[in-house]
Structures are given as structure tokens and as C-alpha cells.
């Protein structure tokens, strides 16, 4: 986000002499500038210029020489006789020298606190600074002579305030600028938002005729300059404008001023060399990027291209990159190919083969304006979010190019010595901004507030456009070239709005329609929620990206379905490109992360969709951007769309009653997770059959239930409740018998067809109660002798509760008994002796005809 020094500020717009970081950062929230933060004064306390007056070396006994001086920091700060002593362990200066002193009492940035201290059989009374040290560059080698940093000795003295001096008392603003809006990544733009906010006299200097020296137009000798994009991307051309000046015999070893510096670090950027320096510093001032090139070490001509497969390029930060066909480069001839060298990658970074190094005296200075979709996608397929492409991909006013380059031309040849060469190239293939028809009524009806059309032609024109009246009704609004996101009347409507007052609008809360409420799936679900964490289960959240890695850990196999997972094109993490296909996959991880930690008791559950698209399903069609898709289009967009339940899934680790004097406790089984899962079921108002499964991982095979609802044809699957696998809790580090279940809570919901639970009347009448205990084979699910006796019971079965097992020589081997507890109630009369034992005559044939049980004796 922007940095804005205030001083630099003043150099485009009026601001008032008392005004505060807080008063400017609320001038500018007004306008939609929001304030990010506001940077303290990296130093306070008395930091003063000091001359050394003398200086001593002193070799210690561990092999290192200090020097004992006395310097010189003023009348108000001097000893008695008339100087300070400070040790100091740098060699870089000498007597007679100007150097920056912190005081005791100074407190330089990261909260160093200087005191004065015995060190090396001397009191130091102060510290002789570094740049490093002042918070103002790295360089740690030696100390910061104020003369050879460009400072003129005629205008120091001893005991001169330090911190005024080097721009170290100035707070600075950090604003958050919408993408939209890229003119107010600059100082240029900033300033122009001040003065919509504040009516401050604004003075632009992006202007030709702001320059001392008018830009010169092309020259026949310019440096030449040709665009090869015959086949642009999306239909756009990736390169409009390209200006080339030249600055010939420059210093080398000019220095970037005192002023500049400050200003750029105050900004947010370190000085790296007076050319570099020179073009960030007026990128920053007026927005525009530009790159500095050696001379010597490009030809000509420049091309602008496509990349070929295959072409690589190291950049400016020493990184060797493969490039894609896509990438928008700059590249010249040296070896007599056009176009066979790559210099940068355009918009983005310069490469390490043409940039300006400490020999350099001969610089192209390139001024470019590039397309910002092609700008973007290269900043993001290479992770390179450079300050140059930050301003290209949000749009950068394309008559700028000329004006920024003039403007380097003329600071080069100010603090650099060199002379601008006549030469000019300036390749220009720009349009001007289309006219928007705009009714001037619709900022009114759009907002609630009366605007009148002088008002609405004044603010447009404030902010730069062109008016011309149209049609009964209606103006020709014409956006300036700096406002490229002003493209229809939505966005015209939007700046009236903004420059008039937010405030203005009133705040209107809009009447709810009667009759509307929750959604039979929303009361669903709320009501699950608060049943889970009514039973003791904790809900959480996890994000749905998923790897293979993470599918792998649940052992799931190759063909399984859950292994067909939605690829994202732009995932949010490398590491995780898949959408989740189930709940367990993400819940699992936050168990685990719980465990890691030390929670070894773990309840938790989550509510969310899932993803599950088809193996032949459609491939999603590239809609046009800007204009409404048509029908078909929508049609196929929707079919592509994979299908996206909604379920419920839950984990549970440890202990599910606590040990303590009250006895041992219990750990969490097989049990508890199907506990839970009926738990849904019957919130959701649906009824679950339960049967073994014994293939479905990551769940145990021998203690998984399938959850199933329906009769007949129509019963269907809608999820697992068990204990996991041993090898999934092992890989995943979650304590044994961890227990799980998932099930889909859009399906229940289709299920129960939002009919709402309905309780079950109570009678009135006494229940009659029947034991029966079931001889059966031992790898007959209870389940089975359950649904026996409920279908011979019949309609007086109230109730029907397993009670005990038993397995032993009583039984036989091979055998278990189950012993089931039935209530059996009318609703509207006592029930007789022979309907009890009717009953009774009707579970026992049911169970033996259907799972062959025996009735133990």
C-alpha cells in the first residue's frame, strides 16, 4: 500500500501548516482512501550533528581496535570542555569529520535506547551512527559522514537537530487504495483526492507544461523502438506507447541527494543508485514506471513481443525464470537476430543483463505503457508483485510516458552532470477515451440524493472529464486518460457520489417482506448444530482445499469416487489444489492440529459442502467479460457446475467421560460416532437403517455402519459412522480408536421433504412390557434382529431396546445371544393379556423366519 511523506505531498497540492498525519489521513478516507496505518518517527530524542575533534585508536587485548573521540555536539550539549567522549568501533572517519551522534536519551528505531555506558576503560556519552543504525538504508560498514551522503558542509554545525535533518521525526501515512483506482498509487493522484476532499489548490505536474523543459517530440535518430504482437492475448495489445530518451555522460559515482532519500524511504523504498533512485523516485511522484537501462549493453532495436516457449530470463533479483507464451517481454538484437535478447519482462522486471551498474555512464531511460490484464497475469505466474506492475494492472494514464521521461532526463542531468541526448523516440498507438452517455438523473435515483445536473457536471469535471451536452436529458462525459476504470454510467454515478459525501446518502432500512423466513434446509441445519453441540461435540471450520497427499492419508483407493476432485486453475496454496470431496478429509487435519497441541480429548464437528463433480461432466466455457453471457452459455455453465451437497460430519478422540473419584471413565468407541449420527437423523426428521460395512475406509472393517434411509428401490446411502482405521489414526498422529462419522444432510433434508418433526402423541394408557432374548448366529447384525421383531411387533410396539449380549457355552459356539427390551403401548385403550401374547407369538415367528433366531430359554 502507499506510503505518503507529507512534504512531498506539498509539491502538488496546497496543505495547511498545522496539518496533522490524523487530519490528513481523515481528508482522505472522505474521498475512499482509507487509512492503513499511520508509521511513527523512527527516532526521537537528541540525535545532533557532531565533528570529531579528535580521535584515538586504541587496540584491545581480543585482537580489535576502538577508537576514543571527542566530538563536538554543540554548545547545549557539550561538556565542560567543549566536547563529548564516545567510543566507537568504525574506521570510516576521520578529524575534522561531520557525523550524526545519538545522544543519551535518543531512542533509534527497533526501541534502541542509547545511554551512556563504561565500555573499553572509557564512559561513552552517546553513539557515533551507522545508516542501519538511523533506520535510513543497510549499510553497517561504517558511519554516516554527513559530507560524502551529499549533505554541504557550509550548512551544518554542531548540535544541529539530526532528526530535522534526515527526515527522521516525519510520521508517514499508509492509505489502501482499491484496485480500481490506480492514479492514487502516486503522489500525483494522491494529491488530486486531497483537493477533491479538502478544495486545496491542486497544481498537476504530470502535465507537459508543468516541466521546466517541454518533452521534445520524436525524433528520425531516436532510439528505435517496434511492437511485435500481431496475435495479442484476448484481443489486447500489449504495448500502446513506448518513449525512449538518453542521458549520456553521467556520473558514475553521483550520489542520490539527502532529500530524495528520504523521501524514498519515507516511502518505502531503499536507495539503491542515483538512476535507479531517480526513476523510482518520479514512478512515485507521478505514477508512471519507468526503467533505466546501460547503454552500452543494449542495441538496437528494442522489441516488444510475445515469449517463445523455451526462453528464460534472470531477473533483477538474480531468480532465472522460464517464461511463458503469454509474458509481454522487452528484447534487442546484439547478436544481429531481432528481438534474440530478453532485457525484462515488460511491465513487471528489468533483467540482469542491461541494468545500470556502478560503471554506468551512457542511460536509456524507458517509458512504456503496457496492457493490465497482460501485466498481471505475469506478475502473478511469476510471484513478482514489483511497484512497477502494482501501478500497470490497476492502469496508468498513458500520456504520461513523455512527461516522466523528461522528468528523469532532467534529474539525471541535475544531480548526475550528464547531458540529455536530443534523440527521442515515442511510438504511439494510444486512443482516446470513449465518450459515456450518462442520463443526469441517475446518480440521483441511484442514491436517494438530490443531486442537480450543475452539480453532477461539476463533480465530473472536478475529477477530470470532458462534458458535452447529448440528447434531452443526457451528457457526453469523456473520462480523462488517468480514470481508466470509468467505463460506463454505474462508475460516473459512483464518483458523484463520492466526491459529493458518502455521508449524504441516508441510511434507509428497507422493510422485510411478510411471511418470509428460514428455509426448511436452514432450519435444518441450525437445529442440527445446536443438537451436536447441545450432545458435547464442538463446531468448527476448515478450509475445503485439499491435496493428494491428505486423500492418501485416508487410504482411500484409486477407484474411488472421492478420488475425482475438482482442480483449482488459481488454488490459494500450491499445496492444496483440490477442492474437498468429503468432510473428513478437512476435519480430520483440525482434530489432528488439536492433538498436536495437547488436546487429547477431541469432540468436533463440522457443517459444509462438499464437491463432487462427475467423471464425464461438461467442461466450464470461457464467458466474455463486460458483457451479459447469453442464454446457452449460462445454460452450459450451469451444467458444468459440479454438484455440491451439503453434509455433516464429526470426530471423536479420547476420553468421552472423564476418570476420576467418581470412577474410571470410558473411552470414546464405535458407539459414540453412531450415536452422533443418529443424533442427525432424527433432528433431520428422517430414520436411519444401520448395517455393517466392511470396505469403506478410512473407517475399521469390522466396526464401520452404513447409514442408509428409504424402502425398497429407493433406499440410498447417505453416510458412515464407525471407528477408523488403525493405519488412518497412525499417519494422521490421532489417538487409537478414534471414532468418526459423516453424513449427507442435503439428502436427509430431500428425505424429509420439509415436513417438520412431529412429536409423538402420549398415551394415556399403561405400557406393557416383554423381554426376549434371541439365539443367532454371531455374525448376525443386531440390526437385522432389531428390524424382526419391529416388523412382528406391529403397530402397539412402542419402544425396542437392546439390553444385553452374551456369548459363552451356554449358547454354542459360533452363537451370541441378544437380549431386547420391548415397550408395547395402545394409544386408546389398556392392552389384554391375549394382545400382549399375540404380540409376543408374532416377534418370535418374525425372528425366526426372517434371520433364523432361536428364543432362549
Known amino acids: 500500500m502507499p506510503r505518503i511523506v507529507a512534504d512531498w505531498l506539498a509539491d502538488h497540492v496546497d496543505l495547511p501548516a498545522d496539518l496533522t498525519t490524523e487530519q490528513l489521513a481523515a481528508d482522505l478516507v472522505r474521498v475512499g482512501l482509507e487509512e492503513e496505518e499511520i ?92 545508516v542501519r543504525e538511523l533506520g535510513i538504508g543497510e549499510d553497517h560498514d561504517g558511519i554516516l559522514v554527513l559530507t560524502r551522503a551529499g549533505f554541504d558542509a557550509a550548512s551544518l554545525a554542531p548540535g544541529q537537530d539530526a532528526i530535522a535533518l534526515l527526515g527522521l521525526g516525519d510520521e508517514v501515512l499508509e492509505i489502501n487504495v482499491t484496485p480500481d483506482r490506480g492514479y492514487a498509487f502516486s503522489y500525483r493522484g494522491v494529491a488530486r483526492e486531497f483537493a477533491h476532499s479538502t478544495g486545496a489548490a491542486f497544481t498537476d505536474r504530470g502535465l507537459p507544461e508543468s516541466l521546466p523543459t517541454p518533452p521534445p517530440g520524436p525524433t528520425a535518430d531516436g532510439f528505435a523502438v517496434e511492437v511485435d504482437d500481431a496475435a495479442p492475448i484476448d484481443g489486447r495489445v500489449g504495448c500502446d506507447r513506448f518513449v525512449t530518451r538518453v542521458v549520456r555522460g553521467v556520473d558514475p559515482s553521483a550520489t542520490t541527494p539527502p532529500w530524495m532519500k528520504r523521501r524514498l524511504e519515507g516511502s518505502g523504498m531503499r536507495s539503491i543508485s542515483l538512476a535507479v533512485d531517480v526513476t523510482n523516485y518520479v514512478m512515485l511522484d507521478l505514477g508512471q514506471p519507468l526503467h533505466a537501462y546501460d547503454l ?33 517481454l522487452i528484447t534487442d538484437s546484439p547478436a544481429g537476430e531481432r528481438g534474440a535478447r530478453v532485457l525484462g519482462i515488460a511491465g513487471v522486471m528489468g533483467g540482469a543483463s542491461s541494468e545500470v551498474s556502478a560503471t554506468t555512464t551512457d542511460v536509456l531511460v524507458e517509458a512504456a505503457h503496457f496492457d493490465q490484464i497482460t501485466v498481471a497475469r505475469s506478475a502473478r505466474r511469476h510471484r513478482l508483485p514489483s511497484e512497477a506492475a502494482k501501478r500497470f494492472e490497476r492502469g496508468v494514464d498513458p500520456r504520461l510516458p513523455a512527461v516522466a521521461a523528461q522528468r528523469v532526463v532532467d534529474l539525471l542531468v541535475e544531480l548526475g552532470g550528464g547531458t540529455a541526448d536530443p534523440a527521442v523516440s515515442d511510438l504511439d498507438t494510444t486512443v482516446a477515451p470513449a465518450a ?57 454515478v459512483e464518483e458523484v457520489v463520492r466526491i459529493a459525501g458518502y455521508d449524504q446518502i441516508p441510511s434507509v432500512l428497507p422493510a422485510a417482506a411478510g411471511g418470509r423466513g428460514l428455509s426448511p434446509e436452514q432450519r435444518t441445519r441450525r437445529s442440527v448444530a445446536r443438537a451436536l453441540a447441545d450432545a458435547g461435540l464442538v463446531e468448527v471450520l476448515s478450509y475445503p482445499f485439499v491435496s493428494e497427499a491428505d486423500l492418501d492419508a485416508l487410504g482411500l483407493p484409486p477407484d474411488d469416487a472421492r478420488r475425482t476432485a475438482l482442480r483449482l486453475a488459481n488454488p490459494l496454496a500450491e ?45 466450464a466455457p470461457q464467458l466474455p467479460v463486460g458483457v451479459r453471457p447469453a442464454p446457452d452459455e449460462l445454460s452450459m455453465l450451469a451444467e458444468a457446475v459440479p454438484d455440491q451437497p451439503r453434509r455433516v460430519a464429526g470426530v471423536l478422540a479420547g476420553a468421552a467421560a472423564p476418570a476420576g473419584w467418581w470412577g474410571p471413565g470410558r473411552s470414546v468407541d464405535w458407539a459414540d460416532a453412531l450415536e452422533a449420527a443418529r443424533l442427525v437423523a432424527t433432528t433431520a426428521g428422517v430414520e436411519l437403517t444401520v448395517s455393517n460395512d466392511r470396505d469403506h475406509l478410512p473407517w475399521h472393517p469390522g466396526r464401520c455402519a452404513r447409514l442408509e434411509i ?21 499417519r494422521l498422529g490421532l489417538p487409537a480408536r478414534t471414532a468418526a462419522f459423516e453424513v449427507d444432510l442435503s439428502a436427509m433434508v430431500a428425505a424429509a421433504n420439509g415436513e417438520p418433526v412431529v412429536a409423538a402423541p402420549v398415551s394415556a394408557f399403561p405400557a406393557a412390557k416383554e423381554d426376549f432374548a434371541f439365539v443367532v448366529d454371531a455374525s448376525t447384525p443386531a440390526a437385522d434382529v432389531r428390524a424382526a421383531i419391529v416388523a412382528g411387533a406391529g403397530e402397539l410396539l412402542e419402544d425396542v431396546a437392546l439390553f444385553d449380549v452374551f456369548t459363552g457355552e451356554q449358547v454354542g459356539e459360533g452363537k451370541k445371544s441378544l437380549a431386547y427390551s420391548l415397550r408395547l403401548r395402545a394409544a386408546d385403550r389398556t392392552l389384554s393379556a391375549d394382545e400382549v401374547r399375540a404380540v409376543r407369538d408374532g416377534v418370535v415367528e418374525a425372528a425366526s423366519e426372517r434371520i433364523g433366531a432361536v428364543l432362549r430359554g
Open 39 to 130: 508509521h511513527p518517527a523512527a527516532v526521537s530524542g537528541p540525535l545532533v550533528v557532531g565533528r570529531v575533534l579528535e580521535l584515538t585508536a586504541e587496540p584491545q587485548k581480543n585482537g580489535k581496535t576502538i577508537n576514543w573521540c571527542r566530538v563536538d555536539v554543540g554548545p547545549e550539549h557539550n561538556d565542560a570542555d567543549g566536547a563529548r567522549g564516545v567510543v566507537c568501533g568504525a574506521h570510516n572517519f576521520d578529524v575534522g569529520d561531520l557525523v550524526v551522534v545519538s545522544l543519551p536519551g535518543t531512542v533509534l528505531p527497533g526501541g534502541f535506547e542509547i545511554a551512556a555506558r563504561k565500555t573499553y576503560g572509557h564512559v561513552s556519552d552517546g553513539m557515533i551512527c551507522s
Open 296 to 328: 552500452d549493453q543494449v542495441a538496437a532495436p528494442i522489441v516488444v513481443r510475445r515469449a517463445v516457449a523455451g526462453e528464460r530470463l534472470t531477473t533483477l533479483d538474480d531468480v532465472d525464470r522460464t517464461l511463458d507464451g503469454e509474458d509481454l
Open 436 to 492: 459515456i452517455e450518462l442520463d443526469v438523473t441517475l446518480p440521483s435515483r441511484t442514491a436517494g440524493v438530490p443531486y442537480t445536473p450543475d452539480q453532477v457536471n461539476g463533480i465530473l469535471s472536478q475529477i477530470g472529464c470532458t462534458i458535452a451536452e447529448g440528447v434531452a436529458g443526457y451528457v457526453l462525459v469523456t473520462p480523462p486518460t488517468w480514470r481508466p476504470d470509468l467505463t460506463e454510467p454505474a462508475t460516473l
Open 575 to 619: 499445496d492444496k489444489p483440490l477442492m474437498r470431496t468429503n468432510l473428513l478429509v478437512t476435519l480430520l487435519e483440525t482434530a489432528r492440529r488439536n492433538v498436536s497441541r495437547g488436546l487429547g480429548d477431541v469432540s468436533v464437528f463440522e457443517i459444509g459442502l462438499v464437491t463432487r463433480p462427475a467423471v464425464d461432466a461438461p467442461a
Open 710 to 730: 428409504g424402502t425398497g428401490e429407493a433406499r440410498r446411502t447417505v453416510g458412515h459412522a464407525g471407528e477408523l482405521h488403525p493405519q488412518v489414526v497412525e
